[in-house]
């Protein structure tokens, strides 16, 4: 099992509060209007597993926000301009491309369940409060899902989702994936703080969503033999890279591949990258 690229410098995905100078509370709690969520369902892979790939694109961003107005600068491939992310979107559904779940994809794996015939996936990082007020309406616009892998010791701090934002995204129907609590860099942690960053986070979110969290993304990108055997004793059962790729595999359900989506992207060269017109990007060194 190969070593992730190593961990670049300061600046990274999630390395610091790059909101803007207020935190934007709109849409913060679900609407009273809204249907209730159904029952969760509880998962496990199957005790007999037949070997199976998917080709599923899962597309990644970290910020959709107006680069000008961050505090802190990010890596400014990270941030997507709203209006780009709006195109991109509308582009895939005149494409026709359908998002699905995570469910869907585990399902698809495990158990052979029948995909839309152009799936993707989209998967939003590090849980910045831009998940609420800049993606969830353009989704909302065009009847999409998407993942969103969240930070859980950042919940009170200025620029991210705070724990009525995260209720929200699922109660719209999103799914919510762990990012660790502090994005640290797993490999180079002694095993306690491994285990409290990876475990930490899924209690964090269950805690928080009252239901068990199977999926997760990996800070930086970064993991080890031994940082996917904890991610899969904490009860993950999908895990994502930032490794270039658009299978995933009953072989290796916790490194699953990503298209990193980057700030110079279009939205004819997103669809190319789900259709594989283009190679499938990496993301930048220190990402994810």
């Not at 904890?230 to 270039?244: C, D, H, I, N, S």
Request: aromatic content about 6%; proline content about 8%.
């Amino acid at each position: 099992m190969p070593l992730a690229v190593a961990l670049a410098a300061a600046g990274g995905c999630g390395g610091g509060h790059s909101s803007t100078s207020k935190q934007t509370t709109s849409g913060g709690t679900a609407s009273a209007k809204q249907a209730p969520a159904p029952a969760f369902q509880p998962l496990a892979v199957p005790a007999q597993v037949t070997p199976h790939r998917v080709r599923v694109p899962i597309l990644t961003y970290h910020r959709v926000h107006r680069y000008a107005t961050e505090l802190t600068k990010s890596q400014p491939d990270l941030t997507v301009e709203p209006e780009s992310f709006a195109a991109q979107m509308a582009a895939l559904h005149r494409a026709g491309y359908e998002t699905i779940t995570q469910r869907q994809l585990f399902d698809a794996m495990y158990r052979s369940a029948a995909l839309p015939p152009k799936p993707v996936i989209v998967s939003v990082d590090d849980g910045y409060v831009d998940d609420v007020t800049e993606i969830l309406p353009v989704l909302r616009r065009y009847g999409m899902k998407a993942t969103f892998y969240v930070i859980t010791g950042r919940t009170h701090e200025q620029g991210f989702l705070n724990p009525d934002q995260i209720r929200q995204l699922e109660a719209a129907g999103m799914d919510i994936g762990a990012h660790t609590r502090t994005h640290a860099n797993l490999p180079a942690l002694p095993p306690a703080a491994r285990r409290s960053e990876i475990a930490g986070s899924e209690k964090d979110l269950h805690d928080l969503l009252g239901h068990p969290v199977y999926w997760f993304a990996y800070p930086y990108g970064a993991f080890s033999p031994v940082v996917v055997d904890e991610v899969r004793r904490a009860g993950f059962l999908l895990a994502v890279t930032t490794r270039a790729g658009t299978t995933a595999s009953t072989d290796a359900p916790l490194e699953i591949p990503r298209i990193h989506v980057g700030r110079s992207a279009t939205a004819a060269s997103v669809l190319g990258l789900v259709g594989g017109g283009a190679a499938a990007q990496a993301a930048p060194a220190g990402s994810g």
